[in-house]
Structure formats: C-alpha cells, structure tokens
T-cell receptor, first 115, second 115 residues
Framework: EPEVTQTPSHQVTQMGQEVILRCVPI?????FYWYRQILGQKVEFLVS????????KSEIFDDQFSVERPDGSNFTLKIRSTKLEDSAMYFC?????????????FGPGTRLLVL | GDSVTQMEGPVTLSEEAFLTINCTYT??????LFWYVQYPGEGLQLLLK?????DKGSNKGFEATYRKETTSFHLEKGSVQVSDSAVYFC??????????????FGKGITLSVRP
C-alpha cells in the first residue's frame, strides 16, 4: 500500500541554524500539507500546497518557513533560522483529490529538537 | 474559527472494557469529521470518518456517529484490546474553505489497555 514517507525521523539542531524536512507524498496525490505538534499540544496546520504554490497558510507559517516541491516527488519544509519554540513533531500529509471529505494520508513525522 | 474539543486523558482500561472517547466540534460550515490514531512510533492513520450528519463511520470495531444537533462525534468500541493502545485524535475538515481544506485537530487522548 502506498504511504507517505518522511526523512529524517529525528533531527537535532542549534538555534539559528537552517533545517530542511523532507517528505515524499503518495505519487498520484494533488494536495500536500505540513502540520506540527508541539509536545503535549494539538496537531496544528502549517501550510497547504497545490499546483506548485501555497494555497493556504496559518499564522504560524511566517517568513522563516518555506515549502517547495523541487522535483515532482519530494515536498520539503525549510525553516531558515530555527528558534527553540520550533521544537516539535512535524507531519507531512497528502490528499488525492479536490473534495474536503477526502482522507489526508500522513507520514510518520520528523521530531525536531532545537537547542 | 473551527475547533475540536476532546475529553481530557489519559484513559486506562482493562481488556474487553467498553470505550467512549468524547469529541465535540465548532465549525462555520458543514465539516467532514475524522478519527485518526497514532500507534507508538508511527504516524497518524485514519481510523474512520463521516462526511454528513447522521453518518456512522466504523472500522476495526470502532464506531462514531456524526451528530449535528449536539455537534459531536464520539468514538466508541464495545471491547477494547491491548493492541488498541494508542493516541486518538478527533479532527474536522470544513467544506466551506474549499478544496484546500486543512484538518483541525483536537488535542488527542492517550488510551492504554491493560491485559
């Protein structure tokens, strides 16, 4: 069964460093998402991406964040200058079609720790 | 804005006990409702969903009914197993925001089932 994959599974970085989190969505899916979950808190939406551009972003997704689909298979989230409060589990998700009722399929997550 | 409220956890049950996890929502439109499950060390997996009022989603012995009058989507299982130990997330996707619809999650609840 096709699945969303994410790398790395864990990343430790120093405050102020750039990190790139990688995701490979399911191949025939059209919509892509990043979510994050700070320890003990809700899973929060960051950004959605369709047709090679951002379609919606949350207020969390400020200028320090960017997303890219560089080669038609990977979907990346970049944090330019990490802060302590960026420590969280980051989930990538993809969805096949237009309908909001369609299931989003999630990857296993990347646990980011900013020191 | 949209929101999802789940009962406080964690929940610990003995095997074969009855499970109810409460979930209520607030949405401006006509949401689809989802339960996702996260097993230890894994990503979020769809457990079940319902896309309109009075629909019942079911999977693996779990059920939830979309109750528009009480804005609820409580998860139930008649007889839990040790393998059901996981974190359970209630979520909604609001049709009014269109095809880019993000998921809005509850905080999640940890279920532990004792043999």
């Amino acid at each position: 069964e096709p699945e969303v994959t994410q790398t790395p599974s864990h990343q430790v970085t120093q405050m102020g460093q750039e990190v790139i989190l990688r995701c490979v969505p399911i191949s025939n899916h059209l919509y892509f998402y990043w979510y994050r979950q700070i320890l003990g808190q809700k899973v929060e939406f960051l950004v959605s991406f369709y047709n090679n551009e951002i379609s919606e972003k949350s207020e969390i997704f400020d200028d320090q964040f960017s997303v890219e689909r560089p080669d038609g298979s990977n979907f990346t989230l970049k944090i330019r200058s990490t802060k302590l409060e960026d420590s969280a589990m980051y989930f990538c998700a993809s969805r096949p079609a237009l309908l909001a009722s369609e299931t989003q399929y999630f990857g296993p997550g990347t646990r980011l720790l900013v020191l | 804005g949209d929101s999802v409220t789940q009962m406080e956890g964690p929940v610990t049950l003995s095997e074969e006990a009855f499970l109810t996890i409460n979930c209520t929502y607030t949405a401006t439109g006509y949401p689809s409702l989802f339960w996702y499950v996260q097993y230890p060390g894994e990503g979020l997996q769809l457990l079940l969903k319902a896309t309109k009022a009075d629909d019942k989603g079911s999977n693996k012995g779990f059920e939830a009914t979309y109750r528009k009058e009480t804005t609820s989507f409580h998860l139930e299982k008649g007889s839990v197993q040790v393998s059901d130990s996981a974190v359970y997330f209630c979520a909604l996707s609001d049709h009014l925001t269109g095809a880019n619809s993000k998921l809005t999650f509850g905080k999640g609840i940890t279920l532990s089932v004792r043999p």
